[in-house]
Each structure stands twice: as structure tokens, then as C-alpha cells.
């Protein structure tokens, strides 16, 4: 990039500073999504009252310790933008940086498709079309839909991130209500008859991990536009403050759910489950209240999402770590190749799912799965550092925490995102090239290389064989 550029993209940038309630807004705005609105389903399938209590603890902590981890970097590595892709590239080199780049932008990317298939899913109960969500009809009006918000977003970073500030409001409303409802329509005997699921209590809680690490997807948002933060203090602030609150909320809504229904009936419901919870439980406006509020939720959340994953690609691309095409900005400030090639790869997915039969939950937990490895790498980074004891305490359970998440998403998930993971080296492979450098710097490089590539043949045989489906 000349000298020139670099400074039209300052100029602009600076136009464009997020304050501390913006920012607040994109985190809270990235995780209050599709997930929040299938929770009381996907813990009843998997928990009783006291599973589901354990697993919030633990994933409750353990997210806390990565908020504070991500946190803790921001101040303590101000010059480090689009954190998690620039701190494990900081800590572990060029190859897992790229690694973790690609890997957040492709969790986010999926997890875009998971929105439109829920939002399908939704409008299926009044327009049979739709199905679950992953008909052909369906999949057609996705794809329109996702680039008629590219549209809306290569407009400009700070406009989307305006609206995205009104649409995180907008959708909490009818989230709140829920809860307040349920709290005031309290039934002690259902909640007391859903204390204790089926099985071991440890294969209970890890069934929720996948489900509690999507909902959580989004605690790094303000780290990811630390480059447009008004002040670099406001970046940690706003982590704590979106996780705090969503954490309150979204253990509320399960729990309390507990309360309205017999857990065989909770399991038994269409996503998304809240609707049939709170249908159960005032009538049939109930379901439209959040029907409405999921439409409204998910549209914000996948223009939070949309945001983030073009911008990691976009920094990733300035430092000479992704192909220098990504670079590429309009006159609005909006990094328009990078924003091009993730809507593209949303629209591969989305084509992906007419294959799915269960195309929500497939999407939530490959999501999940893809996430894992940069926020390890992030965690591993704050590890090495060092420091007082305080932060390396903090590093420490984080690092144990996304450990264990890899270990509870399966060999299943794991080998499908060796698939994904994979195919993003030839991205790599061309950033090198235009350098003139050589592919791998180093063997632990190539071993990296090699283990993600047997992973990803092992997951195309799986899934030649059927012994992995979609």
C-alpha cells in the first residue's frame, strides 16, 4: 500500500471512531442472535434444570476468562488491530495467523448461514415453502437477501454499525418481555419436574458446549474494530459490558423456560423454540411477538457478523497476510473486495444446506467448531506474554476452557473444519507468492500444514461414506 493510501484510509478512519455504546452495541449485537431464540430446545434436548445451571457456569466462566483475555490485549497491545487474527499471528507466527484469520472469517461466514435457514425456518410455519429452511425456495430468496444487504454495508462501516446500534435495541425488546413474562407466569411444580435430565451429568453438560459457544460468538466484536474505537479503553469496557449483559439474559431464557413447559414437550417444539414457549404460555401472539423479534434479531446479528468478517480479511490483507486484492476499499470507506468474497462464500453455503436435514443445527455447531481455533490461539497468545500473576491466571483458563470446548465439539465437527480450513491455504499460498517468499517459514509450520490436511481428507472420506453427514 503507498504512502498516499495510507493515509486517505487514516483520514477516513478516523471520520469514522466508534463511541463506547457503539461498540458495546456491536458486541451485544454479534451474540444476541439466531442462538438466544433456539435455547430453550437445544437444552432441553440435552439437560435438565441443574445440567443446564452447571453448563452456564462453565461457559459463563470460561467466556469471561476470553472477555478478559480480549480485554487485556487491547491495552496491553494497542497497535494490534482485528485482534484475534493479529494476536496469533503476534504469538505463533504467519501460518496460524493466517490460520486464525481464515478461520473466523469462515465460522462467521457459516454462521451467517445459519441465520437465513432459522429466518426460512420461521416464516415456514405461515409459508410452507420455506420448510425448516433449506427448501430450494427458500435457499433462492437467502441469497437475494444476503446480497441485497451487501449492498446496504459497502455503503459504509460507520452507517451499518449505526443501524446495527438501532437494531440491537430494536430486537431486545421482545428477548426481555419473554423473560418477564416467564418470570411472573412462574410454575415451581414444572420447573421442579425438569431438575435432572437423562445420563451421565458430564455428557449432559458437554452436549450444551457447542450450543453455549455459538450464542457466545461475538464476544471479540469491539477487538475485532479496535481500529475504529474513539478511545482504545473503550474496547475492553464494551467486551465487558455486551458479555455481562448477554450472559444474564441468556441464562434467563433457559432456565425460566423450565418453568413453562414439561422438558419432553420443550424438546419436542420447532426452532424457534422461544415462540412455542411463550405460545404455551400467553397464546398465539406469543409466537408472533417472537417470530418478529427473531426476524429483527438475526437481520442485526448478520450485519454485525457480515462487518466483522470483511474486516478481518481487509486487515489481514494490509498486513500482507492475505492477497493484496482484499485490500481493496471503496470510496465509502468499506473494505469492498473483502465484503465481495464473504458474501460469496455465504452464498456457497447457503447452496450447501439443500443437502443438510438438519441444516440449523449443522450450521450452529460447524460455526462453533470453526471458531475454536483462533480464540485458542488468542488465549495461547495472552499465555505467552507473561505478566502478573492475575493475567496469567486468566490466560491459563481460557486456554483450558476452548481446549476443552475442542475435545466436547467431537471428531466429527473437527474433521469438517479441517475441510474448511484446508482450502483457505491456497490463500495463503498467493500472499507468499506475491512476496516472493517461500510457502512455509519454518517445520512446525509444515507439520501445522500437514495435520490440517490429513484431517480434511479424513472428513472427505467421512463424508464420501457417509459416516459424517450434514
Known amino acids: 500500500m503507498s504512502a498516499d493510501d495510507s493515509r486517505a484510509t487514516d483520514a477516513r478512519t478516523t471520520a469514522q471512531k466508534l463511541s463506547l455504546p457503539t461498540l458495546t452495541a456491536m458486541?451485544?449485537?454479534?451474540?444476541?442472535?439466531?442462538?438466544?431464540?433456539?435455547?430453550?430446545?437445544?437444552?432441553?434436548?440435552?439437560?435438565?434444570?441443574?445440567?443446564?445451571?452447571?453448563?452456564?457456569?462453565?461457559?459463563g466462566a470460561g467466556m469471561l476468562m476470553l472477555a478478559f483475555v480480549f480485554q487485556s490485549l487491547a491495552v496491553r497491545k494497542p497497535d494490534l488491530?482485528?485482534?484475534?487474527?493479529?494476536?496469533?499471528?503476534?504469538?505463533?507466527?504467519?501460518?496460524?495467523?493466517?490460520?486464525?484469520?481464515?478461520?473466523?472469517?469462515?465460522?462467521?461466514?457459516?454462521?451467517?448461514?445459519?441465520?437465513?435457514?432459522?429466518?426460512?425456518?420461521?416464516l415456514g410455519a405461515v409459508i410452507p415453502g420455506f420448510g425448516e429452511g433449506n427448501t430450494p425456495l427458500a435457499v433462492a430468496v437467502s441469497v437475494v437477501c444476503v446480497w441485497g444487504f451487501h449492498l446496504v454495508i459497502m455503503r459504509g462501516v460507520k452507517e451499518a454499525a449505526g443501524i446495527n446500534r438501532i437494531v440491537t435495541v430494536a430486537k431486545l425488546v421482545p428477548i426481555l418481555l419473554f423473560v418477564a413474562i416467564l418470570a411472573l407466569t412462574f410454575e415451581a411444580d414444572t420447573f421442579s419436574a425438569n431438575l435432572w435430565g437423562d445420563g451421565p451429568l458430564f455428557d449432559q453438560v458437554r452436549a450444551t458446549m457447542l450450543v453455549t459457544v455459538f450464542v457466545f460468538l461475538g464476544v471479540e466484536g469491539a477487538s475485532v474494530?479496535?481500529?475504529?474505537?474513539?478511545?482504545?479503553?473503550?474496547?475492553?469496557?464494551?467486551?465487558?459490558?455486551?458479555?455481562?449483559?448477554?450472559?444474564a439474559l441468556f441464562?434467563?431464557?433457559?432456565?425460566?423456560?423450565?418453568?413453562?413447559?414439561?422438558?419432553a414437550r420443550t424438546e419436542a417444539l420447532r426452532q424457534p423454540s422461544m415462540a412455542g414457549v411463550l405460545?404455551?404460555?400467553?397464546?398465539?401472539?406469543?409466537?408472533?411477538?417472537?417470530?418478529?423479534?427473531?426476524?429483527?434479531?438475526?437481520?442485526?446479528?448478520?450485519?454485525?457478523?457480515?462487518?466483522?468478517?470483511?474486516?478481518?480479511?481487509?486487515?489481514?490483507?494490509?498486513?500482507?497476510?492475505?492477497?493484496?486484492?482484499?485490500?481493496?476499499?471503496?470510496?465509502?470507506?468499506?473494505?469492498?473486495?473483502?465484503?465481495v468474497l464473504t458474501s460469496a462464500l455465504i452464498?456457497?453455503?447457503l447452496l450447501v444446506t439443500l443437502l443438510s436435514e438438519d441444516a440449523f443445527t449443522f450450521t450452529l455447531k460447524l460455526t462453533s467448531a470453526l471458531a475454536l481455533v483462533p480464540y485458542l490461539l488468542a488465549a495461547g497468545y495472552a499465555l505467552k506474554l507473561g505478566g502478573p500473576r492475575t493475567q496469567v491466571l486468566v490466560a491459563a483458563l481460557a486456554?483450558?476452557?476452548?481446549?476443552?470446548?475442542?475435545?466436547?465439539?467431537?471428531?466429527?465437527?473437527?474433521?469438517?473444519?479441517?475441510?474448511?480450513?484446508?482450502?483457505?491455504?491456497?490463500?495463503?499460498?498467493?500472499?507468499?507468492?506475491?512476496?516472493?517468499?517461500?510457502?512455509?517459514?519454518?517445520?512446525?509450520?509444515?507439520?501445522?500444514?500437514?495435520?490440517?490436511?490429513?484431517?480434511?481428507?479424513?472428513?472427505?472420506?467421512?463424508?464420501?461414506?457417509?459416516?459424517?453427514?450434514?
Not at 251 to 263: C, D
Request: with cysteine; charged share 10%.
Open 27 to 59: 458486541v451485544v449485537g454479534s451474540m444476541v442472535g439466531a442462538g438466544v431464540f433456539s435455547l430453550p430446545r437445544n437444552f432441553a434436548q440435552a439437560t435438565g434444570v441443574f445440567g443446564a445451571v452447571i453448563a452456564w457456569v462453565v461457559a
Open 81 to 122: 488491530n482485528a485482534g484475534v487474527y493479529a494476536y496469533a499471528k503476534a504469538g505463533f507466527g504467519e501460518f496460524p495467523g493466517f490460520f486464525s484469520a481464515f478461520g473466523f472469517w469462515a465460522s462467521a461466514c457459516v454462521g451467517n448461514v445459519s441465520y437465513w435457514v432459522l429466518i426460512k425456518s420461521t
Open 225 to 247: 474494530y479496535s481500529r475504529y474505537a474513539r478511545r482504545r479503553e473503550d474496547v475492553g469496557r464494551a467486551t465487558l459490558l455486551g458479555f455481562l449483559g448477554v450472559l
Open 399 to 470: 486456554v483450558l476452557y476452548t481446549a476443552f470446548l475442542i475435545f466436547a465439539a467431537g471428531l466429527k465437527f473437527l474433521l469438517l473444519s479441517c475441510v474448511v480450513y484446508a482450502p483457505g491455504t491456497i490463500l495463503f499460498a498467493l500472499t507468499r507468492r506475491e512476496h516472493g517468499r517461500r510457502l512455509f517459514s519454518s517445520p512446525a509450520e509444515v507439520t501445522l500444514f500437514a495435520v490440517v490436511a490429513v484431517g480434511a481428507v479424513l472428513g472427505v472420506i467421512g463424508l464420501a461414506t457417509g459416516f459424517i453427514t450434514i
Open 279 to 339: 405460545e404455551a404460555v400467553v397464546g398465539p401472539w406469543g409466537a408472533v411477538l417472537i417470530s418478529v423479534g427473531l426476524v429483527v434479531s438475526v437481520l442485526g446479528a448478520y450485519l454485525a457478523w457480515t462487518l466483522m468478517a470483511a474486516e478481518v480479511l481487509f486487515v489481514a490483507a494490509r498486513d500482507d497476510d492475505m492477497p493484496a486484492f482484499l485490500r481493496r476499499e471503496n470510496r465509502h470507506g468499506t473494505p469492498s473486495a473483502a465484503l
Open 347 to 349: 452464498t456457497a453455503v
Open 251 to 263: 441464562a434467563s431464557v433457559t432456565l425460566l423456560s423450565y418453568a413453562a413447559l414439561p422438558k
